[in-house]
């Protein structure tokens, strides 16, 4: 067993892709793994799974865009565990438009969960990390921060923005002992992605390869052991984020030379947005959504 044992892990968008894994990852160690997020069922059936394993772990539904919520699950938190030693934020929605034809309704939905949702978390969770042993924070932000590629404009921009959080509250935690990590992975195939992958907006150039959800909680769980500030996944892929955050001018280019017909196939996908129905968002299953007016692009074809 790792240090890690008997560690409070509260992990948000515990219930599927790398939230699920981790939750599975780190109960073997031995912590009270605490899942959150708001479908009841996925929770329950990730809690049982790491029960029938021999594993701890609770499940909390909550919707992290609602600060009262939030504010009720900390407490209740607080009441049964006192504390959090570790806080992974693995809530994201995503998005993928043109710009011209973005759905700002989804577009501020998408901010909501993958930005305010971690501001909100972080408000709430920031005395029962305090009172926590291992006092860490990790955000999962995406490859699509430094490399940027088109129709991406809403999704990354909810990560540009979960980068600036964390590297200003890194500086603000630091005299406290708190640390802040970030784990950047490449595509990695989860529900989150599945409508859009190897589609149309969605085209991969070489050399990105798509990792297994587990594979990624594998990184974050070491990264968290080693305390590791920066970390993208796979590994291989560090070079490429160092180099296109010095030279952004460098993925265009990369994309351009790489993907057959690229600049064809961007002008196919907005000539396609142009003539592309809505239809209204369905509440969640468990909680209404507050915004129901917020609309949704049919699935990629
Ligand atoms: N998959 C990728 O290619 C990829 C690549 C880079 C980075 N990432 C990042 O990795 C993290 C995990 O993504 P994933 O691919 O594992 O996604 P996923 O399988 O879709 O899981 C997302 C989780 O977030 C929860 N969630 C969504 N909205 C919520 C809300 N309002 N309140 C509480 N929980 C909410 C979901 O549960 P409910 O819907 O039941 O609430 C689910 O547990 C995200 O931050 C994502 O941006 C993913």
Redesign the pocket.
């Known amino acids: 067993m790792s240090g890690l044992a008997n560690q409070v892990v509260a992990i948000?968008?515990?219930?599927?892709?790398?939230?699920r894994e981790s939750a599975l990852l780190f109960a073997t160690q031995g912590t009270q793994t605490l899942l959150?997020?708001?479908?009841r069922e996925?929770l329950r059936e990730s809690v049982d799974e790491i029960r029938a394993n021999g594993g701890k772990a609770q499940e909390f539904p909550?919707?992290?865009?609602s600060p009262d919520e939030v504010i009720q699950l900390a407490n209740q938190i607080r009441s049964q565990f006192g504390r959090v030693d570790v806080l992974i934020y693995?809530?994201?929605?995503f998005y993928l438009s043109p710009v011209e034809m973005m759905d700002c309704g989804l577009a501020k939905h998408a901010m909501e969960?993958?930005y305010w949702?971690a501001v909100n978390v972080t408000k709430s969770f920031l005395p029962l990390i305090r009172n926590g042993e291992r006092k860490t924070i990790v955000f999962?932000s995406?490859?699509s921060v430094p490399c940027t590629p088109p129709f991406f404009a809403a999704y990354a921009a909810t990560k540009h923005a979960l980068r600036g959080l964390a590297l200003s509250l890194r500086q603000e935690l630091k005299p406290e002992g708190i640390r802040v990590q970030m784990i950047t992975?490449?595509?990695?195939d989860?529900?989150?992605?599945e409508n859009y992958l190897h589609r149309g907006m969605y085209r991969l150039p070489p050399g990105i390869p798509v990792l297994q959800?587990r594979i990624t909680a594998k990184q974050i769980y070491k990264a968290v052991i080693q305390r590791k500030q920066d970390v993208v996944v796979p590994k291989r892929m560090g070079w490429a984020a160092r180099l296109a955050y010095a030279f952004p001018s460098l993925v265009e280019s990369y994309y351009r030379l790489s993907v057959p017909d690229w600049s064809q196939s961007i002008q196919t996908q907005i000539e396609k947005h142009k003539h592309r129905k809505h239809r209204t968002l369905e509440p969640h299953p468990t909680f209404v959504q507050s915004n129901s007016t917020v609309t949704t692009s049919e699935p990629e074809e």
């Open positions: 948000v968008g515990g219930s599927s892709g790398i939230g959150i997020a708001r479908g996925r909550a919707d992290i865009t693995g809530a994201a929605e969960v993958n949702g999962i995406s490859l992975p490449g595509p990695v989860t529900p989150l992605i959800p």
